[in-house]
């Protein structure tokens, strides 16, 4: 006979679905959901504390996620990611990527989901995640898919590989080593690894075709037409445009770049040519052309004020007024270099202005009343020149990427990756060690740190914590497992591991993968023994219910990363997760009972 569970165990379990439900309705922000859950229980454990506990206990257990290791672990992920991001140190591996993406969108998906399976099986997930997300954000914004229609897919992906051996994930140490301590044979590294492969190829179609379709497309809305700007390039004696006729050099061109004019013959060093473009695609343009769109005294002035100053080259936009004295006159005769120390990328012109004079390509561009700047230099600078000159400075400053320190920024975060992947240091000491040194070397700057958090992701993450610590401690989670056993001897073993598979998954999703391990090993190894079933195939039920943390945000700390990036709601994770979650469950079980003769 099953004893009613405790007053807490029944107020934890009511909670949990509460906040489910308010979570999954989405009418109240996930900020706002994570601080009130963290208040109700903060409140109700220092009047109604647990058993042989203080008042001030229960505040310990309702604000301790906020000081836990596993929110240091991520933001510290986040701030190395921040650091790839800002020093340019993943574009060769985007660029490579996106060839493929370019072949074929759902091509470029599939090798991608491939790519990371195999990565996660040999290191640790997390890092993994870590190591592509910043590359999938990038290829989102050269016009591949989505990055809120391939992040979670791309999760899902490594959590399956991460489940594939007992390296994969640390719950997948744990697991084994609890059931080992529980007299179980040590498994080895590829142990139960066909198994897993084989329930990835039935998920992987799902991963591939179904799962983007089932996401919103999150991308910022264009807010207006993005601008295009002329300007002249100039080829220097170094450039690859040197000797090449105009049809070799346009295929590895950006799509929003084009030549406005054409030269005759093969590109010779000296030459100007009237080009225009996007900002990115006039930048990326430029270093791949080796081209110059700025005189190279300017730029050269610009970096070391950059380097002895310690500040962030940025590119701005900025619009002539009409009381601007440099209306009518030409980049040239208008001395913004020399004034100011800035340099003039390119000129956008409105379309009202362009139907009035277009741009001639035999002369050079005279600046009018409306036309739109692209100006880099220090915001000192930058300031002077918009206030010297009656300019207006748009919204919307970018950094300039520190290339200078790429190579650097990705030495660290593989040393990050390396340690934590070979066991040499727990994935939190590795991250924090990382994070640090991208602060120290400059990778990422102290003032800039807010970019790389994400205050909805710190907040959710600290009430997971929570929620996990009183479905344990108030004995929820023993109780649940109590009630499961005492109906699993009416079912055939695929259904029991099924059930111990859910049962698992639902702590999982709800609580914490170490919970879920903690709680859900022993229970499967004396249910094992109660109705006469292989102890293997059960423990690996526990295991595999620890990684299928798909249905929501909170169950693992990859899909709190992938959240701020993809902006993603509650609702997204249970309208994708769920179905993977039965379809993983279903195959398991049936290829655990195949696999064991049961």
Not at 77 to 103: C, D, H, Q, S
Request: neutral net charge; aromatic residues 8%.
């Amino acid at each position: 006979m099953i004893d009613i569970p405790s007053y807490h165990a029944i107020a934890a379990m009511a909670l949990t679905v509460v906040v489910f439900v308010l979570f999954a309705r989405g009418r109240m922000s996930t900020e706002i959901v994570s601080l009130l859950t963290i208040a109700v229980i903060a409140v109700g454990l220092y009047f109604y504390p647990l058993p042989h506990t203080q008042p001030t206990d229960g505040l310990a257990l309702a604000f301790g996620g906020f000081g836990h290791y596993a929110l240091i672990t991520i933001c510290s992920l986040m701030i190395m990611g921040r650091g790839l991001v800002v020093t340019g140190a993943l574009e060769p591996a985007a660029r490579l990527l996106e060839k493929v993406w370019k072949f074929n969108l759902q091509v470029g998906l599939l090798v991608s989901l491939l790519l990371a399976m195999c990565l996660s099986m040999i290191v640790n997930d997390t890092p993994v995640l870590v190591l592509l997300l910043p590359i999938f954000v990038a290829l989102a914004q050269r016009g591949a898919m989505p990055a809120s229609k391939t992040l979670i897919p791309l999760n899902a992906a490594v959590l399956i590989g991460g489940m594939a051996t007992t390296i994969g994930t640390s719950t997948n140490l744990l697991v084994v080593s609890i059931a080992s301590d529980l007299g179980m044979p040590q498994m080895s590294v590829f142990h139960y690894t066909p198994i897993v492969l084989m329930a990835a190829l039935v998920a992987l179609p799902y991963l591939w075709l179904v799962m983007p379709r089932l996401l919103p497309d999150n991308s910022p809305e264009q807010i207006q037409a993005v601008r295009r700007f002329f300007t002249r390039m100039r080829v220097p004696p170094n450039s690859d445009l040197v000797g090449k006729h105009f049809d070799e050099v346009m295929e590895s061109l950006p799509k929003d770049f084009r030549f406005e004019e054409r030269p005759d013959g093969p590109f010779e060093a000296g030459q100007r040519l009237l080009i225009s473009g996007t900002h990115d695609a006039v930048e990326d343009a430029n270093r791949i052309l080796k081209g110059q769109v700025a005189p190279g005294w300017v730029m050269d002035r610009i970096r070391r004020r950059s380097v002895a100053n310690r500040e962030d080259i940025q590119v701005v936009e900025m619009v002539v007024t009409a009381d601007s004295r440099i209306i009518g006159r030409t980049l040239a005769t208008s001395g913004i270099a020399d004034n100011y120390g800035v340099a003039v990328l390119g000129i956008h012109r409105p379309e009202r202005l362009i139907s009035k004079k277009p741009i001639d390509h035999t002369e050079e561009i005279r600046m009018a009343e409306g036309d739109v700047l692209l100006v880099m230099g220090l915001p000192e600078g930058i300031q002077d020149f918009a206030s010297g000159d009656s300019l207006l400075q748009l919204e919307g400053a970018k950094d300039m990427l520190r290339r200078s320190k790429a190579l650097l920024a990705a030495a660290i975060m593989f040393g990050s990756i390396f340690t934590a992947s070979i066991g040499l240091f727990p994935i939190a000491i590795a991250a924090l060690g990382g994070a640090i040194l991208m602060f120290l070397t400059g990778c990422v700057k102290f003032d800039r740190v807010g970019r790389a958090l994400s205050a909805k992701v710190i907040v959710l993450v600290a009430a997971s914590i929570a929620i996990g610590r009183i479905i344990l401690d108030s004995g929820a989670a023993e109780w649940l497992g109590e009630v499961m056993s005492l109906g699993l001897q009416f079912l055939p073993p695929a259904g029991v591991l099924a059930a111990i598979m859910l049962f698992v998954t639902l702590l999982t999703n709800f609580a914490s993968n170490a919970t879920a391990a903690t709680v859900g090993t022993p229970i499967a190894f004396n249910i094992a023994a109660t109705l006469d079933l292989p102890e293997e195939p059960l423990i690996l039920a526990v295991l595999f219910g620890c990684n299928l943390c798909y249905a929501t945000p909170i169950a693992y700390q990859t899909n709190m990363l992938i959240m701020a990036e993809g902006n993603y709601r509650f609702a997204d994770y249970l309208r994708t997760g769920v179905p993977l979650v039965l379809l993983m469950v279903a195959t398991l079980s049936i290829l655990l009972v195949l696999t064991y003769g049961m």
